[in-house]
């Protein structure tokens, strides 16, 4: 996949993503507690309608393949929620 990322420059966007996993496997305090400073503030923009998340799809767990597949084509839009 060729992505353009020069209107998301032109624009001062700025995009990270966040390993949420990786302080708890290795035992990371620090990083720990800032990742729970990360979800406070979320929540609060949540709170406060600021941030909205968009479902994409809902899918039992049974269809986790399937999940996968579509956020592999890249076809989706917002988050795909595996429901058990």
């Known amino acids: 996949n060729n992505i353009d990322w020069s209107t998301a420059r032109f624009r001062n966007l700025r995009f990270s993503f966040e390993v949420m996993l990786s302080p708890l496997l290795f035992d990371l305090k620090n990083a720990q507690k800032h990742q729970a400073g990360i979800l ?8 406060d309608k600021k941030l909205k998340l968009h479902v994409s799809e809902v899918l039992p767990l049974e269809h986790a393949a399937k999940a996968h597949q579509l956020v592999e084509e890249g076809h989706t839009i917002g988050k795909i929620v595996l429901e058990i």
């Open 40 to 47: 406070e503030q979320c929540a609060k923009l949540i709170d």
